[in-house]
């Protein structure tokens, strides 16, 4: 069981990867290919932002009940083979259009998300869940620190040089796979495919139906919708801010993931033991707003640099959110479950960049009667305190 898990570790691993290679050279190529201002690029960076997050949204419910039905290795390697070919097609191209089209593209490949997280619910014992989606979030927080260090060195060398890189990681992942995953559908658990499921609003209405789960997909979103002012705003925030280069963007990426591993790959262990995954779900959205607001408000770069990876210490929500609901539905359910969540993902990321960098650029543009390149951070404090208030609703008096 070593090797295909290790392979789903870097398919989640690549994921994220491809997000954080391009992350520190984003503002200089949409610049490249488009002109304007960086207030004006980062309106364009939200733009690509949520068309990504629009096709996984659309495409998730979808992989998730095809994986139910056909089986997770098919889906998993068909998806990393179309993802190399698609970082091609943006290592190669000229204007924003065909950028538009990569991250079309780009946005129904990297929703195997939802897949691979379904093949960990099928190997797991019920008890097992939240610490194993932990490894999932570890995974992811590798690629955080592996992908803006490249991405920020191959940066120096051009703004196409992290796109080569990432079609390179997702072919030679796509061969491993190949050989080293073995299949975890069953007929037990296998069950026809169903339009009515496969799409996100019949997804979401045959999940949300389940006892106890509707008001926490409302957390999880609410959650997304704030966290993601990390990818959506961060390069631009901290060139406003600090003027911090590609590289210094992309070490100040690796610390926050660095930590995002340490905390859900081994520490989230132990906070699930001392707190359950209730109350785990409760300090992880008291210490983010702690944190969005000390991100708000500084002025220093090296106390920026210092609170980055210390941010991190937050992201127990997501595996303990997931634990409680993967325990509440069966077991023919887990890829509908995964793909519903991932699609609740990428709808927080259809809205949050279009909200952070809008928030972003009325508070940066040069007419602007209140400048505070930090507000995006404050809109996603607000939003953790209206999570938190619906979690506390949800959670049963025994808790």
């Known amino acids: 069981m070593r090797l295909p898990v290790l392979f789903i570790l870097i398919?989640?691993?690549?994921?994220?990867?491809g997000i954080g290679l391009i992350m520190p050279v984003m503002p200089e190529l949409i610049l490249e290919v488009q002109g304007g201002s960086l207030a004006t690029a980062a309106l364009w960076g939200g733009v690509l932002s949520t068309v990504f997050a629009v096709m996984q949204f659309l495409f998730s419910p979808l992989l998730?009940?095809?994986?139910?039905?056909?089986?997770?290795?098919?889906?998993?390697?068909?998806s990393l083979a179309v993802m190399a070919v698609d970082y091609l097609v943006m290592a190669l191209a000229g204007s924003i259009w065909l950028l538009l089209f990569g991250r079309i593209i780009g946005g129904i490949t990297a929703a195997t998300h939802a897949t691979a997280s379904a093949f960990m619910a099928d190997i797991s014992k019920p008890g097992e869940k939240a610490v194993n989606f932990g490894l999932i979030g570890a995974g992811f927080g590798v690629g955080f620190v592996l992908g803006p260090l490249?991405?920020?060195?191959?940066?120096?060398?051009?703004?196409?040089?992290?796109?080569?890189?990432?079609?390179?990681?997702?072919?030679?992942?796509?061969?491993?796979?190949?050989?080293?995953?073995?299949?975890?559908?069953?007929d037990r658990i296998r069950r026809p495919f169903s339009w009515?499921?496969?799409?996100?609003?019949?997804?979401?209405?045959?999940?949300?139906?389940?006892?106890?789960?509707?008001?926490?997909?409302?957390?999880?979103?609410?959650?997304?919708?704030?966290?993601?002012?990390?990818?959506s705003i961060w390069s631009f925030f901290t060139q406003e801010r600090f003027g911090w280069s590609p590289q210094t963007i992309g070490l100040s990426l690796a610390l926050f993931g660095v930590m995002?591993?340490?905390?859900?790959?081994?520490?989230?262990?132990?906070?699930?033991?001392?707190?359950?995954?209730?109350?785990?779900?409760?300090?992880?959205?008291?210490?983010?707003?702690?944190?969005?607001?000390?991100?708000?408000?500084?002025?220093?770069?090296?106390?920026?640099l210092i609170l980055t990876p210390i941010a991190a210490l937050g992201a127990v929500i997501t595996p303990a959110l997931q634990g409680i609901m993967s325990q509440a539905v069966p077991d023919d359910a887990q890829g509908e479950l995964q793909g519903v969540l991932t699609s609740v993902s990428a709808?927080?990321?259809?809205?949050?960049?279009?909200?952070?960098?809008s928030v972003f650029a009325t508070f940066t543009h040069r007419d602007t009667a209140v400048y505070f390149p930090g507000a995006p951070f404050v809109v996603s404090l607000l939003l953790m305190l209206l999570g938190l208030a619906l979690f506390l609703k949800s959670r049963p008096a025994t808790v």
């Open 150 to 186: 490249v991405g920020g060195m191959l940066g120096e060398l051009g703004t196409r040089a992290p796109f080569y890189a990432a079609a390179a990681l997702a072919a030679l992942n796509t061969v491993f796979g190949y050989f080293v995953l073995h299949e975890t559908v069953t």
């Open 347 to 357: 709808l927080s990321m259809i809205i949050s960049p279009l909200l952070m960098t």
């Open 11 to 17: 398919t989640v691993m690549l994921d994220a990867m």
């Open 64 to 78: 998730g009940n095809l994986s139910d039905r056909f089986g997770r290795r098919p889906v998993l390697l068909i």
């Open 260 to 304: 995002m591993a340490v905390v859900q790959g081994g520490l989230i262990r132990l906070v699930l033991r001392w707190l359950g995954e209730w109350r785990t779900v409760v300090y992880g959205h008291v210490f983010d707003i702690f944190a969005f607001g000390l991100i708000a408000v500084v002025t220093s770069s090296t106390l920026a």
């Open 196 to 231: 009515h499921r496969a799409n996100p609003l019949g997804a979401f209405r045959s999940v949300g139906r389940l006892p106890g789960i509707g008001r926490l997909l409302w957390v999880y979103f609410i959650y997304s919708v704030a966290f993601h002012v990390y990818p």
